[in-house]
């Protein structure tokens, strides 16, 4: 037989701004995007300066050209031309006139050895670097050469100013984002916290009643996280509804099975008062007829207790009338031991009671039942000869009483239901003693133990089986 796998309870604790956040990789993303298109953008300008400073140039450096110059650049003076880096050239007078910055050697016959250009080219000449250079031939020969550092220089500051620009625009657009998408997924995590408040609500006893919803200014189908809110309290009243359901049909059947109890009261007294009546007359009755009699009172008897246990039970569900004060928590097991001690004398029963008196808030008659039923079950489910101990102490401000045997412990599958009503192993349909067992004793000492404020718990294996009880000390 296969079993299907057991369904995941909860997600794994979620981190507020782990690296998976959907706000974190918001943020993110708003700020990769603006830096890229920043720098897109810086780019796209650092090309269009480029080429609009080199036109500039090669106008310049054209018009120079298209300019005689017979004895000396004139227009601005040598020290200028030193200053702006020009090269000039001139043919007249049957020698060559260079004027501008002075020239190595190498770089003066790299231009000589140049021909006629269309327009103007860049060379790298020794010494200086980059220029820009056009050679006229007619009607003379004419050479102008301009530095390319007037493109390079005011290009490079420029470059310098984008990077500080898009830098100063990441950090703002990281910072804005952040803000931005941190108010706006506010209203989530708001919501969060609503569910959370919703997990931990009691829902599975009472009238299941939730009165917590997002607030109306979450729940604005507006935005994508208030239709989620509204959704969410959508499905809240759902569930309410569904709860306020479930309570009332389960009321019924409480009040049902108080009532059927307590109507089957006055059937069953009469029917134990007839047999009573014919007991009367035994001498008459054949034997098998006083057997019968036998049986009906011993099983009405039976069902006498089953009835006072169901209607117990049905009163613990409803409305809890306990009967609460101090009490000596000692005396009701030294009480409830000898009971058992004088019922059955074939199990070895003791007592560990501390030295000190431990006064709890109990029914004192109702923790009387919870511990005899206690001892019942150790006297019932086990076999002669087990050794049976009750003990008592006071601890964590509760008075803890336990029932330990070394017997043959309770049964494995149904140890996660024994408090459940009618649960019981198959084995004890019939009891030690004879008599039939129902499985309603643990139900009432849960159905107890709760309504006092206290726990009760089972530990049992083979060999040594303890139920605790615990109930608040006075
Ligand atoms: N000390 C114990 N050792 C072994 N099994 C136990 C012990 N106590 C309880 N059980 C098992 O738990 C089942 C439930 O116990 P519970 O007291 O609720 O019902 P019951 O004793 O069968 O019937 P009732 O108490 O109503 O007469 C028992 O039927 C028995 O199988
Ligand atoms: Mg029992």
Do not use: C
């Not at 109507?263 to 054949?286: C, F, K, M």
């Amino acid at each position: 037989m296969t079993t299907d796998p057991a369904p995941a309870t909860t997600a794994p604790p979620p981190t507020t701004m782990g690296k998976g956040t959907l706000s974190r990789q918001l943020v993110l993303r708003v700020t990769a995007l603006v830096a890229l298109l920043t720098v897109v953008l810086g780019l796209f300008t650092g090309l269009a300066s480029y080429q609009i400073l080199q036109r500039e140039l090669d106008e310049r450096v054209q018009l120079a050209a298209g300019r005689p110059n017979t004895g000396g650049f004139t227009g601005r003076g040598p020290g200028d031309l030193n200053g702006l880096g020009l090269v000039r050239i001139d043919y007249y007078d049957g020698a060559y006139h260079p004027s501008g910055i002075t020239l190595s050697d190498t770089a003066y016959a790299q231009l000589l050895s140049l021909g006629p250009t269309n327009g103007p080219i860049t060379v790298r000449l020794d010494g200086v670097g980059l220029y820009r250079v056009m050679v006229r031939t007619q009607p003379n020969f004419t050479l102008v050469g301009m530095p390319m550092s007037d493109v390079t220089k005011p290009l490079t500051s420029q470059l310098v100013m984008t990077l500080l620009l898009t830098l100063g625009v990441i950090v703002v657009a990281y910072v804005a984002a952040r803000r931005v998408v941190e108010a706006s997924l506010r209203p989530l995590k708001r919501l969060t916290a609503t569910a959370t408040q919703v997990s931990n609500l009691p829902l599975e006893r009472g009238p299941g009643q939730v009165p917590i919803r997002v607030a109306a200014a979450d729940a604005n189908p507006v935005s994508e996280v208030g239709q989620v809110g509204l959704a969410f309290n959508h499905m809240l009243d759902n569930v309410e509804g569904a709860l306020a359901a479930r309570h009332r049909s389960e009321t019924k059947v409480r009040q049902f099975v108080a009532d059927a109890s307590h109507e089957l009261r006055n059937p069953l007294a009469s029917i134990r008062g007839y047999a009573e009546l014919t007991r009367r007359g035994e001498d008459a009755l054949p034997e098998d007829a006083a057997y019968a009699l036998g049986r009906i009172e011993s099983e009405s008897d039976r069902m006498a207790v089953l009835v006072e246990d169901l209607l117990l039970l049905a009163r613990l569900d409803s409305q809890p009338t306990l009967d609460l004060h101090p009490v000596d928590v000692t005396e009701i097991v030294l009480n409830a031991v000898s009971d058992a001690r004088a019922a059955d004398s074939d199990h070895k029963w003791s007592l560990d009671l501390p030295e000190d008196v431990v006064t709890a808030m109990a029914d004192p008659h109702r923790l009387h039942q919870v511990i005899a039923n206690l001892l019942a079950n150790a006297r019932t489910h086990t076999p002669a000869g087990t050794a049976v101990i009750a003990s008592l102490r006071a601890e964590d401000g509760s008075a803890v009483v336990s029932v330990s045997d070394d017997g043959p412990g309770v049964a494995p599958e149904i140890q996660p239901t024994v408090f459940e009503r009618f649960t019981r192993a198959d084995a004890s349909r019939v009891r030690q003693d004879g008599g039939s067992s129902t499985g309603l004793g643990l139900a009432i000492v849960s159905a107890v133990v709760k309504a006092h404020g206290g726990s009760v718990e089972l530990d049992s294996r083979p060999g040594r089986t303890v139920f605790t009880v615990r109930i608040p000390l006075a």
